[in-house]
């Protein structure tokens, strides 16, 4: 079902080989393709990241925006989505938080956000169809912000991490080891995203397999999976403490973006030949079964056959 090679394996002929590490496999990733567009540090070391969008919801946009309003900020650098899906349960007269919706409406139209109403769109659907493409990195004060199957890379954070791309400043990390996903087959009938995603979660979390680290999918199985799978995959790799991910694009990802209007922002994407890889997980997709999660984590996961 999983395959797990805690081992340095390079992307060559069509396959995944054992390699040593060299600039120029490292350089072959997709991810390193994303990353490095979006590094202002100088150093492919060390990153200094600006993001090209950002989103919060309504749990969480008050103090991003207030923090940033105390240091200084005038308006939002760069396009930022208030919506309003985490806490907005309904009560006589409007929300129980109707003044922070309140306060987030000003603030979009004060320093030029985009304003959600509750009950119209979940965050990150919101930010799927309206700004996810491939090469793009989106910053969100949500843990679960991954739209990797766009070819877009996520990241999930702190409200100060947001606050501080909000006064122009950046995400600083060390480069990340860049972990591959390497998908065949295809899901058998009943089987569904979710049931991938916590066979991933179960087989990686407790060991630490991509801990910190971007996962980068392909291989021929991606092939036999719609857009809306490979997000019900993608969304749960926060479970796996991957930093963030990254998928190869193809048809049907240009497809479903033309679909969405925003055509035009497709690109292909793929690891080139020599990609190297800190290490690689092989899913045999055709060989998952349904499975369940038991308390208190994801990654306390079992087949129902098992279960």
């Known amino acids: 079902m999983l395959t797990i090679h805690n081992e340095g394996m390079k992307w060559q002929g069509g396959r995944l080989v054992p390699a ?4 120029s496999g490292v350089r072959a990733t997709m991810a390193w393709s994303v990353l490095q567009a979006h590094n202002t540090s100088g150093s492919p070391d060390r990153l200094s990241i600006r993001f ?6 309504d749990i969480t946009y008050v103090g991003i925006i207030r923090t940033a309003r105390a240091s200084g900020m005038k308006q939002f650098p760069l396009p930022y989505v208030l919506t309003n899906c985490h806490n907005s349960l309904c009560a006589v007269g409007g929300t129980i938080n ?22 119209q769109a979940v965050i990150h659907s919101y930010m799927r169809e309206r700004y996810a493409a491939p090469g793009s990195m989106i910053l969100g004060s949500d843990s679960h912000t991954r739209y990797g199957a766009y070819g877009c890379m996520a990241i ?25 996903v390497y998908l065949t087959g295809s899901p058998r009938p009943g089987v569904g995203p979710q049931d991938v995603a916590l066979a991933l ?3 990686t979390f407790k060991e630490g397999v991509v801990k910190n680290s971007v996962m980068e999918f392909f291989g021929p199985g ?8 490979r997000s019900g995959i993608d969304v749960m790799t926060t479970e796996t403490a991957c930093l963030s991910s990254v998928w190869c694009t193809d048809q049907y990802t240009q497809a479903h973006l033309t679909a ?17 890889y800190d290490g690689v997980i092989e899913v045999g997709l055709s060989a998952i079964e349904p499975m369940i999660a038991l308390p208190f984590h994801p990654s306390n996961a079992y087949t129902i056959r098992e279960f």
């Open 52 to 57: 090209d969008a950002m989103a919060s919801h």
């Open 156 to 180: 999930g954070e702190g409200g100060p991490e947001l606050a501080r791309q909000l006064l122009q400043k950046t995400y600083d990390i060390a480069y990340p080891k860049v972990m591959a």
């Open 201 to 203: 979660i179960g087989a």
């Open 98 to 119: 109707e003044d922070d919706h309140v306060f987030g409406l000003s603030a979009a139209k004060k320093y030029g956000g985009e304003f959600v109403p509750a009950h």
């Open 260 to 276: 969405l209007g925003r055509g035009d922002q497709f690109k292909a994407q793929s690891p080139a030949e020599g990609a190297y």
């Open 222 to 229: 991606v092939a036999n999976l719609s857009m809306d799978y």
């Open 20 to 23: 040593a590490k060299d600039e």
